[in-house]
């Protein structure tokens, strides 16, 4: 994948806000750790309406902020 070089430490923040593409940003955490990146969560309040931090914390095994 075009990131391992990229990204040395292998740890990405993600930071998702409110809009349709919230649902797409759980695909994107999944495949993430998957590949072994260590991936935080960061979202906005609106967000939340599309999807809740709960989904993020059971993929990544972090709390979300």
Do not use: C, H
Not at 2 to 29: F, P, T
Not at 35 to 53: D, H, K, L, R, W
């Amino acid at each position: 994948m075009i990131w391992d070089s990229l990204v040395a430490s292998r740890e990405i923040l993600l930071g998702v806000s409110g809009g349709v593409a919230a649902y797409k940003s759980a695909d994107l955490v999944s495949r993430l750790v998957k590949q072994n990146y260590e991936v935080s969560v960061v979202m906005t309040e609106a967000a939340g309406q599309f999807i809740g931090p709960a989904t993020f914390e059971a993929l990544t095994n972090r709390p979300v902020y």
